[in-house]
């Protein structure tokens, strides 16, 4: 893909139909690490793939507790999967404040939905796209 004045903002449709800056986003996430999931009957593993580009370069976290029944794992830019995993925090801390129970995963899931599409649909005016994903895990019952 080349820069053209199509890819200026994040809600520039060009003639073809294409929402670039979307575009940019889900290649960076393709240029990030791998992160997997496993469950079984009573467990769950998170697991991402760390690559160092050098000898230089620190270890970054990419597996992070969001909740005590709820964790992430987060592939493509660690900085934008950083931003995501303090907002499900922040969700699930402010509904365990008004509500007095933990937050429902799917709920949660929502949540983040609806902050990834605000950013599509132009509500929040010069930010870019996520360029990071992220793998959500969680139980519905956390205090079994």
């Known amino acids: 893909m080349f820069r053209n004045q199509y890819d200026t903002d994040v809600t520039t449709w060009s003639p073809a139909g294409r929402l ?3 575009e940019y986003a889900m290649e960076a996430v393709k240029q990030g ?3 997997i999931g496993l469950r079984s009957a009573t467990h769950v593993v998170l697991a991402t793939v760390n690559k ?3 000898e230089l370069s620190s270890h970054q976290k990419k ?3 969001v909740d005590d029944h709820i964790g ?3 592939a493509g830019l660690t900085a934008d999967g950083r931003v995501l995993s303090r907002f499900l925090r922040s969700e699930c801390i402010n509904h365990a404040f008004v509500y007095e129970s933990p937050l429902p995963v799917s709920r ?3 949540h983040l939905a609806d902050k990834a599409q605000g950013r599509t649909k132009g509500r929040s ?3 870019a796209k996520f360029s990071g994903q ?3 895990m969680g139980c519905r019952d956390p205090w079994l």
Do not use: E, H, M, P
Request: proline share 0%.
């Open 33 to 35: 690490s791998a992160a």
């Open 108 to 110: 949660l899931v929502v």
């Open 125 to 127: 005016r010069g930010c």
């Open 52 to 54: 160092a580009a050098s």
């Open 134 to 136: 992220t793998l959500q």
């Open 72 to 74: 992430v794992a987060i």
């Open 63 to 65: 597996v992070f507790k």
């Open 20 to 22: 670039f800056q979307v």
